[in-house]
């Protein structure tokens, strides 16, 4: 990678800036665990100066949380898929790697059609329903659209407050707020059924969610368009690696950390060892809570390993025979309170072939994970075919993602609970025994794929600033 182009980044530059020329030439070694963007953009930018970076990753590829379905038709983001055009640090690293950002060819359409209790709803029919349990005032909006509604004026003014101490007093139970907006019980229900930032309603936290919805807000007010990585958001981290002087030990399963005095050495499970002089760690919270720290971490970082859980995600890939959904009964993309969530179908540009994405998120995919793989997406079919039984015979499962049940993420991200934003963001952050936490969730201003960025260049820094002394 030329100097030059991975300079393009900003925040990258800004950081190379702050560097003493004095570490660039020194060779220091850094252990990151995990290949997903977060420790694929720490290594690279510590490479870029001047050390020695070792990478391992648990599972056979990178990219953690991004990932490309090749094999299934339509090529479906399983992961990370909407890149916003206000992501800089996530662009200026695309450019330096030589990977082409563009509009997606064919959008997942949003739902606009509803099944709520198995009774087909439009919206502009929703107001008048018999199942809309909402308040008077409240009646015309659909419950896709209700929390951002409710939450339209963040308390907070930069987007990087939301973990301030300020805040403590809206880290309380979603559920509990809305309760006092009016909603009963089955408002509520209804609220929580498609819910992606917690298990359960009354499990999230209300700032989280504002968190979100100010993260839209600035969205729109940026004028974000949604983008894409040309070929699929796996070729940004496949790039980022091929990058590596290092190639990424894959298969390589973290286990145990431990301080030796003059440095960290990070053990695999397969006995592989690395010495280093510094480790980050970038895995998901479910996945650190496995390994072992000597010595022991703060006890409040060991508490918020062990508490913050994520948000369980299922998702199914149908392909339509015929390349038609209205033929099976479905009329396009749907919000639904049944047990298979939300559909969202699409067009696949270049071969009209008619897909449907299903998505199903929190407790509602328990259902689903108890069982084995293949009998769980006979279960998703059975599920729709139920409500559309056209659809038996014409609509075929083409593949099947379980974030919940995969070990190295168990999640899409953290379901913060009520009072966990106070009590854990900023030790889940916080460097120990010359470890160094990244990730997404250790991310202040954006979440997501820039949050992943955000968090690696954190870390990065901090390494860089620890040799510095
Ligand atoms: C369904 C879904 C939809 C999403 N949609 C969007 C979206 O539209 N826009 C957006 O911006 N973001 C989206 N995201 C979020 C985005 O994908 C993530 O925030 C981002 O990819 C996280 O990167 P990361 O580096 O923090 O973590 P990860 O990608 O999870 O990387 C951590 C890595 O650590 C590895 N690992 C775990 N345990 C071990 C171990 N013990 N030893 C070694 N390695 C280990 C993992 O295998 C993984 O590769 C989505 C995520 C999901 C799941």
């Not at 790697?97 to 029919?125: C, H, K």
């Not at 004028?223 to 496949?238: I, K, T």
């Not at 900023?426 to 794929?449: C, D, I, K």
Request: contains cysteine; proline residues 6%.
């Amino acid at each position: 990678m030329s100097r030059r182009r991975f300079l393009a980044g900003a925040a990258a530059a800004a950081a190379m800036a702050a560097l003493p020329t004095a570490i660039r030439a020194q060779q220091r070694r850094v252990a990151i665990a995990g290949a997903g963007l977060s420790g694929l953009h720490a290594a690279l930018m510590l490479q870029q100066a001047g050390f020695e970076v070792i990478v391992i990753e648990g599972r056979d590829r990178v990219g953690g949380r991004i990932l490309t379905l090749d094999q299934v038709p339509g090529r479906p983001e399983a992961g990370g898929s909407q890149i916003a055009s206000n992501y800089r640090r996530l662009l200026a690293a695309a450019e330096g790697v030589g990977v082409e950002i563009t509009p997606p060819e064919a959008r997942l359409a949003f739902p606009t059609s509803y099944l709520i209790n198995g009774r087909p709803e439009t919206r502009r029919g929703w107001s008048e329903s018999p199942e809309n349990p909402f308040p008077e005032e409240l009646r015309a909006i659909t419950p896709d659209r209700l929390t951002s509604y409710l939450l339209r004026e963040p308390p907070f003014r930069q987007n990087s407050d939301w973990h301030s101490a300020g805040m403590s007093h809206f880290d309380v139970s979603a559920s509990d707020w809305f309760r006092e907006q009016g909603l009963n019980d089955a408002g509520l229900a209804l609220l929580g059924a498609n819910n992606s930032y917690g298990n359960t309603l009354a499990g999230t936290s209300l700032l989280s969610l504002y968190r979100v919805v100010a993260g839209f807000q600035r969205g729109a007010a940026e004028g974000a368009s949604l983008l894409e990585v040309e070929g699929g958001n796996m070729r940004l981290p496949e790039a980022m690696a091929a990058r590596l002087a290092q190639p990424v030990r894959l298969g390589e399963t973290v286990d145990r950390v431990e301080n030796t005095g003059g440095g960290v050495v990070v053990r695999c499970a397969s006995g592989l060892v690395i010495d280093a002089d510094a480790a980050i760690l970038t895995l998901p919270v479910p996945a650190l809570r496995q390994i072992e720290f000597s010595p022991a971490l703060p006890a409040r970082q060991r508490e918020a390993l062990d508490a913050v859980v994520f948000n369980k995600v299922t998702q199914a890939y149908l392909q339509a025979s015929g390349d038609d959904w209205e033929a099976c009964g479905i009329p396009g993309s749907i919000w639904s309170n049944a047990e298979f969530g939300r559909l969202f179908a699409r067009r696949e540009a270049a071969t009209g072939n008619a897909l449907v994405t299903v998505w199903i998120n929190g407790d509602g995919c328990d259902r689903y994970d108890a069982l084995p793989e293949a009998e769980a997406g006979e279960l998703i079919l059975e599920d729709i075919f139920r409500v559309y039984p056209d659809a038996r015979g014409k609509l075929n499962l083409r593949g099947l993602v379980r974030w919940g049940a995969d070990p190295f993420s168990q999640g899409s991200w953290p379901a913060w609970a009520p009072g966990q934003i106070g009590r854990y963001y900023e030790a889940l952050r916080q460097p120990a025994n010359g470890v160094h936490f990244a990730g997404e969730h250790t991310a202040s201003e954006f979440s997501g794929m820039e949050g992943a960025f955000e968090s690696g260049e954190r870390a990065a820094g901090e390494v860089m600033a620890a040799a510095g002394r």
